[in-house]
């Protein structure tokens, strides 16, 4: 609010709050998925959680890429619900879908390192990425707007993202992404 007017910032709520429906495939899959992990871990068979943790990503993606694609498609007409003057919103909206898409590809590792006793691990990159994403969105809103914002927010959730997969890897011996690396 600070740095945009208030119509701004309104297209801007909107479009992050349509586009983040997608987010809802991963919040269910994790009330699923939690326990389980924690189950599996406590067994020691890093197989059986490399294997758990594959399925869930899997369960994640595909719904998400689809929820996405849909959102993406009628992006114009559900900003047009706002009023007429959203329209600016959509390229924020698919900024947003392609964040959540992009982040549903390394599925629950936040998750993954909580249940695992490395909650500090997610605790400092999330506060890392939340330093980051004020220090772009203040160097971005200015030169770019409200895109400028979807950009540095979700630019500073996947990095830490993939310092959380980074982590899951180390700490667990676990690959947490779409396609096993």
Not at 5 to 30: C, K
Request: some cysteine; glycine content about 10%.
């Amino acid at each position: 609010g600070k740095l945009l007017d208030p119509h701004s910032v309104a297209v801007y709520f909107a479009a992050i709050r349509s586009g983040g429906l997608v987010a809802f495939v991963s919040f269910s899959m994790m009330a699923f998925a939690v326990p389980k992990f924690a189950e599996i871990h406590s067994t020691g068979s890093r197989q059986d959680l490399q294997k758990f943790v594959t399925e869930v990503i899997h369960l994640m993606f595909w719904p998400s890429l689809l929820a996405a694609g849909v959102l993406a498609i009628l992006g114009p007409f559900v900003l047009s619900l706002f009023g007429p003057d959203f329209g600016p919103g959509y390229p924020v909206m698919l900024v947003v879908l392609a964040g959540l898409v992009l982040r549903a590809a390394t599925g629950p590792v936040e998750y993954l390192l909580n249940v695992t006793g490395h909650h500090r691990d997610t605790m400092k990159v999330y506060g890392l990425a939340a330093i980051a994403s004020i220090g772009l969105n203040i160097l971005l809103i200015p030169m770019f707007g409200i895109i400028g914002a979807a950009v540095a927010t979700y630019a500073a959730m996947l990095g830490g993202n993939a310092c959380l997969y980074v982590l899951v890897r180390k700490r667990l011996g676990v690959s947490a992404f779409i396609v096993r690396v």
